[in-house]
C-alpha cells in the first residue's frame, strides 16, 4: 500500500477514508451503535409512555367527550326549535283567528251603527215630513177661512149693491151652506 | 485469509482514488455507511459520539417534537402538527388492536417506539449527507432481537409449554407433524434474521444504488459525447430511485411493525 | 492484471445472486396482483386485507433482499 503513512482509523476504512468491505459488517463499530441505539431506544420509550401517549390518549378522549356532548346539544337544540316552531304556528294560527274575530266584530258594529243612524234618519225624515204635511194642512185650513171671509165679504157687498141691507147672520149662514154644498 | 484481502480491496480503492484526482468516476457507494466520530479522527469506541449518535439523537428529537412539543396545546380542534401526531397515535394503535388483538394494547408504547424511531431514522436518512442509522445490521438486529426476545418470552410467561403448540399444527393430518413442526421452529428462529435484514437491506439497497447513480452523474465532465446521454439519464434514475425510496422508508417501517403486531399476536393466541 | 481467481468468482457469484432478486419481484408481483383481483371482486371486504397484503409483500421481498445481501457479501466482504 502505497499510503501506509496515514494511520486508518479501523480496519473497515483505508487510508484515503473509503470504506473497506461493507461498513455494515464492521465488527469494531457494532458496540457504538447498539450502544447508542439501546440508549436512543430507553429515552424514546420513557418520552413516549410517560408524557406522548397519555397526552394524545386524554386529547383523543376529551375530544370524544365533546363530541358526544355537542352532539347531545345539538339534538337538544334541534328539539328545541321544533318546539319553537310549533310554537310560532300556533301563535300564527291563533292571531289570524283573531283577526278574523275582530274583523267580523268590527263589520257588525259598523251595521249597526249605519243601521240606527240609517233608523234614525228615518224616523227624523218622517217626524218632518209629518211636520210638513201638518202645516200644509193648516195652512189649507187658513186659506179655506180666508175664501169664507171672502166670499161672506163679497156677498155681502152683493147684497148691499142690490140695494138691500144685508144680514150679517143670514149672508155667513147662506155662504156656510154653499160651502159645505 | 480476510486481512489479506482486506489489503487488496485497499490497494483497489487507492487506486481508484487516485485516478479520481486526474478526472475518473468515483464509486463509493458504501462510504455513506461508515461510522465517523463527530470530533477528531480517532478510533470509534464504545461510548464516542459518532454521526450513529448523531442520528438517532436527531431522530428522537424529532419524535420530540412531534409527539410532545407539537400537542403541547392539547387542542381539542388539533393544528397540523397535532393532527400528524394524532395519525401516527391512531395508525399505530389501530394496526395493534387490529393485528395483535386488544390484549396486546400494554405493549403499544413498545411497538410506537419502535415505529416512531424506524420511521424517523429512515426519513431522516433520505436527507443529503445524511447517515441513515436503520441501514446497519448492528441496529436492526438488536431492534429484531428485542422483539424476537419479547416475544418467547411472553410466550412461555403466558402458556407456559403450550406455547410449543404454536409448532405443532393440529390441523394438519399426525404424520405430516413432525415434518411441519421442523419447518415451523426453523422459520420461528429466521424470523429475527429477516425481520432485521429486511429493514437493513432496504434502506442500504436504495441508498447504494442511488449513490451508483451519482457516481454516473458526473460523466459529461469526462467526455461530452458518452455524458450527454449518461448524465440526464443518471439525474432521471436517481430522482426515480429517490422516490421509490420515499415510499420504502415508509413501508418498510410499517412492515416492521406490523410483523412486530404479527409476532405479539402468536405469542398470545398460539393456537392459530 | 489486477485481483485473483477467487475475486472473480466472487463477482460472478454477485451477479448470480442478484438473478434471485428478479425472483421476489415476480412474487412481490404475484401477492399484489391477486389482492387487486380478489380486492377488485369484493371490494368491501379489501380494506382488512390490506395489512395481510402487506405482510405477504415483506415475506415475499424478504428473500430477494437475502440474494441482494449474498451479493453484497460477495462483493464487499470475500
Known amino acids: 500500500m502505497a499510503t501506509e503513512t496515514h494511520e486508518a482509523t479501523s480496519a473497515c476504512v483505508n487510508s484515503s477514508g473509503n470504506a473497506v468491505g461493507m461498513p455494515q459488517l464492521c465488527g469494531d463499530w457494532f458496540g457504538n451503535q447498539i450502544f447508542w441505539l439501546a440508549i436512543a431506544l430507553v429515552v424514546l420509550y420513557f418520552i413516549l409512555s410517560r408524557i406522548a401517549l397519555p397526552r394524545i390518549a386524554a386529547v383523543l378522549a376529551e375530544r370524544q367527550g365533546t363530541i358526544t356532548n355537542d352532539l347531545a346539544a345539538a339534538e337538544d337544540l334541534k328539539a328545541r326549535a321544533t318546539e319553537a316552531e310549533e310554537a310560532y304556528k300556533q301563535a300564527l294560527a291563533d292571531a289570524k283567528a283573531e283577526a278574523q274575530k275582530i274583523i267580523a266584530e268590527t263589520k257588525a258594529s259598523i251595521k249597526e251603527d249605519l243601521d240606527r243612524a240609517n233608523e234614525e234618519a228615518d224616523t227624523k225624515i218622517k217626524a218632518k215630513t209629518a211636520e210638513g204635511e201638518k202645516k200644509i194642512a193648516e195652512i189649507r185650513e187658513g186659506a179655506l177661512d180666508a175664501v169664507k171671509e171672502v166670499a161672506k165679504d163679497v156677498t155681502a157687498e152683493l147684497v148691499a149693491s142690490m140695494g138691500q141691507k144685508a144680514d150679517g147672520r143670514s149672508v155667513s149662514a147662506a155662504v156656510n151652506a154653499r160651502m159645505k154644498g | 485469509m480476510r486481512p489479506a484481502r482486506a489489503e487488496t480491496k485497499g490497494r483497489r480503492m487507492a487506486t481508484e482514488a487516485q485516478g479520481a484526482d486526474s478526472g475518473g468516476l468515483l464509486f463509493h457507494p458504501m462510504d455513506q455507511f461508515i461510522v465517523r466520530p463527530l470530533f477528531g479522527d480517532g478510533a470509534v469506541g464504545l461510548f464516542t459520539l459518532t454521526n450513529v449518535t448523531l442520528w438517532m439523537a436527531i431522530a428522537v428529537a424529532a419524535v420530540f417534537a412531534l409527539l410532545v412539543l407539537g400537542t403541547s396545546k392539547r387542542a381539542i380542534v388539533p393544528g397540523r402538527t397535532q393532527s400528524i401526531a394524532e395519525l401516527a397515535y391512531d395508525f399505530v394503535r389501530k394496526m395493534v388492536e387490529d393485528v395483535a388483538g386488544k390484549d396486546a394494547l400494554p405493549f403499544f408504547p413498545y411497538i410506537m417506539t419502535l415505529f416512531m424511531f424506524i420511521v424517523f431514522a429512515n426519513f431522516l436518512g433520505l436527507l443529503p449527507m445524511a447517515f441513515t442509522t436503520t441501514s446497519h445490521l448492528a441496529v436492526t438486529v438488536v431492534l429484531a432481537l428485542l422483539v424476537f426476545v419479547t416475544v418467547t418470552v411472553l410466550g412461555f410467561v403466558r402458556h407456559g409449554a403450550g406455547f410449543l403448540g404454536l409448532f405443532w399444527i393440529t390441523a394438519a393430518p399426525l404424520p405430516l407433524r413432525p415434518i411441519l413442526a421442523l419447518i415451523e421452529v426453523i422459520s420461528y428462529f429466521v424470523r429475527p434474521v429477516s425481520h432485521s435484514v429486511r429493514l437493513m437491506g432496504n434502506m442500504m439497497a436504495g441508498h447504494a444504488v442511488i449513490k451508483v447513480f451519482a457516481a454516473f452523474a458526473p460523466m459529461i465532465a469526462l467526455s461530452v459525447g458518452v455524458g450527454i446521454l449518461v448524465t440526464p439519464l443518471s439525474i432521471l434514475a436517481i430522482s426515480a430511485v429517490y422516490a421509490l425510496e420515499v415510499l420504502v422508508a415508509f413501508i418498510q417501517a410499517y412492515v416492521f411493525t406490523i410483523l412486530t403486531c404479527v409476532y405479539l399476536r402468536d405469542a398470545l393466541h398460539p393456537h392459530h | ?78
Request: one cysteine or more; glycine letters at 20%.
Open chain 3, 1 to 78: 492484471m489486477e485481483g485473483d481467481i477467487v475475486q472473480m468468482g466472487a463477482y460472478i457469484g454477485a451477479g448470480l445472486a442478484c438473478t434471485g432478486m428478479g425472483g421476489a419481484a415476480v412474487g412481490v408481483g404475484h401477492v399484489v396482483g391477486n389482492y387487486l383481483s380478489g380486492a377488485l371482486r369484493n371490494p368491501s371486504a379489501a380494506g382488512g386485507q390490506i395489512a395481510t397484503m402487506f405482510i405477504g409483500i415483506a415475506f415475499s421481498e424478504a428473500l430477494g433482499i437475502f440474494s441482494f445481501l449474498v451479493a453484497l457479501l460477495l462483493m464487499f466482504a470475500v
